[in-house]
């Protein structure tokens, strides 16, 4: 028989959405309530007869709250192995009364932290009574009862309706699992803040970290693989895809995830003062551009390269209109992101069924910090966030001609969308619209011509007269190692370049770009991306 009865419950919550109606359900099953402060000041608020703590103890709650559950009568009540005789003499002997289901969450500690509370505010929401009783209940399963989180109030009462006030034991397995996932996504979240509020280590000696299965996906990147979502178990910092509303289309594939969040990356660097519009296929933009209206960066980032743009991600700065929406419609689009849509903006999606349209509150910051993780066979690498930008004392020109304003805006435009681009990265910009964009290649020089083939090809596309390579400035996310990738920049027609510099033959590169009477600027900071 695996189905114990609930006879006494003991309930203390910090979160108490759901305890009154879950107090009533265990009255009815003549479950005895043992409840400790505003827990049990909500309960007989309730109407229901409730014990106090310290009746059960016979020691009131003391120092603040800080003592009050942290008592043999308590944990012997929860640990005792009830068909053991020794375990069962010592409740005998001790006046230990058997507790049979434990309701417990924790004090609000991240919470606390996100409001930015002071240190002695954060340090007294560190809850030590509650997880020591929720990890007594959750190691004696087989006979104790745990519920950790308000959202299973329901399911505990529908097993105790179903068992005639008792839980089976699945039931109770699956609780204490979920205990101690709750136990040990609170610690982390405490370890992580002492790491970085007293900042002892910018890499902690243990990298903790607890995480919550959102959904799984229909598949990884390929079919053959599983996969699945999960965000921070204490809340995200920064929100973003799994925080966003999906208006409309079937479920996001784990590609789409991806490709959404290079997307919504690079949208963010461009703030909110103009519209700006990201295309991105396989994690690499093949167009960007920022312009007066969305629909104008639109049509000139879908320009760079229309090709590539089929069946990719669309993401914005600004909430979508009616035409933009309705000229996105024009070719097969798999994700549009974006701050808010008007009412044309959706009945435009609506008639596109499979089309994916998420809406965002806010962008995430584009400077903001925090590390980045990849596992490696044996290990995990972690890494700053590469949050780096460009001030205006990093720019060094090296050229004997100095950029024009327009050049230098558009190498800034230019570099700041290389940094999204994976290495070997190429982009050609002008007028804040990119023009060519070179990603993945084994060497520079390959990068730069690859780019400039797209830009002869939107021109041959669109029926311009010239590339808009021609007059255009490009960035490389790393140095030169060699005139030859300059020197494809130049035959491209760019008139400007942004690079970081430091190669041992910056002075050839340097002599390439004087030569052909073009500017150079070095910013010291290079934007590796693999």
Not at 10 to 19: E, I, N, T
Not at 351 to 371: F, M, Q, T, Y
Not at 396 to 410: G, I, W, Y
């Amino acid at each position: 028989m695996t189905d114990v009865m609930i006879k006494r419950a003991l309930l203390s919550v910090s979160d108490k959405s759901g305890l009154a109606d879950l107090g009533r359900a265990l009255a009815l099953h003549g479950v005895e309530l043992v409840s400790t402060g505003g827990t049990a000041t909500a309960l007989r608020e309730a109407g229901l007869a409730v014990q106090d703590i310290s009746d059960l103890t016979g020691f009131p709650e003391m120092m603040d709250g800080r003592v009050k559950t942290l008592h043999p009568k308590v944990h012997g009540g929860l640990l005792a192995v009830r068909d053991d005789p020794a375990h069962a003499a010592s409740m005998v002997e001790h006046a230990i009364g058997a507790i049979d289901l434990v309701v417990v969450n924790l004090y609000p500690f991240a919470a606390t932290v996100a409001k930015g509370a002071g240190r002695d505010e954060i340090i007294e929401n560190i809850d030590i009574g509650g997880p020591s009783m929720v990890r007594s209940a959750a190691k004696n399963h087989h006979y104790v009862t745990i519920i950790t989180d308000p959202a299973d109030y329901p399911a505990l009462v529908s097993a105790l309706e179903q068992h005639d006030g008792a839980t089976n034991l699945d039931f109770r397995k699956a609780m204490a699992a979920k205990a101690f996932a709750a136990t040990a996504s609170y610690d982390a979240a405490i370890a992580q803040w002492f790491a970085v509020a007293d900042q002892q280590h910018h890499f902690p000696p243990t990298l903790l970290g607890a995480n919550q299965l959102v959904s799984t996906l229909r598949y990884g990147e390929n079919p053959h693989q599983s996969a699945a979502l999960y965000v921070p178990a204490q809340g995200a910092a920064v929100p973003g895809l799994p925080q966003a509303r999906q208006v409309q289309g079937k479920e996001l594939s784990y590609n789409n995830y991806n490709d959404a969040n290079a997307a919504l990356e690079l949208v963010a660097e461009f703030g909110s003062d103009r519209p700006a519009v990201v295309i991105v296929k396989h994690a690499n933009p093949c167009g960007v551009a920022v312009a007066e209206t969305p629909l104008e960066a639109w049509k000139a980032a879908l320009a760079c390269d229309s090709v590539s743009a089929f069946g990719g991600i669309v993401a914005l700065n600004c909430p979508l209109d009616g035409q933009t929406a309705e000229a996105i419609c024009e070719i097969f689009t798999e994700v549009v992101v974006a701050p808010g849509a008007d009412d044309a903006a959706l009945a435009a999606f609506a008639r596109k069924k499979n089309l994916r349209l998420l809406l965002i509150d806010e962008l995430p910051a584009a400077n903001r910090s925090g590390l980045v993780t990849i596992p490696i066979a044996g290990g995990l690498l972690v890494q700053d966030r590469d949050n780096g930008t460009l001030s205006d004392d990093m720019l060094r020109v090296v050229t004997k001609r100095q950029p024009t304003s327009q050049e230098l805006a558009d190498c800034r435009f230019a570099w700041t969308v290389a940094k999204h681009v994976k290495s070997n990265a190429i982009v050609y910009a002008r007028d804040g619209v990119t023009a060519g964009i070179g990603a993945g290649q084994m060497n520079r020089r390959d990068s730069a011509r690859i780019a400039a083939v797209k830009a002869q090809e939107a021109a041959e596309t669109h029926g311009w007269g010239a590339p808009r390579t021609v007059g255009s400035a490009v960035a490389s996310d790393a140095f030169f190692p060699f005139a030859d990738g300059l020197i494809s920049a130049v035959e491209a027609g760019a008139t400007a370049v942004i690079q970081p510099g430091g190669s041992i033959r910056d002075d050839e590169v340097i002599a390439a770009a004087d030569a052909a009477g073009i500017a150079m600027v070095f910013t010291g900071m290079r934007h590796f991306r693999h």
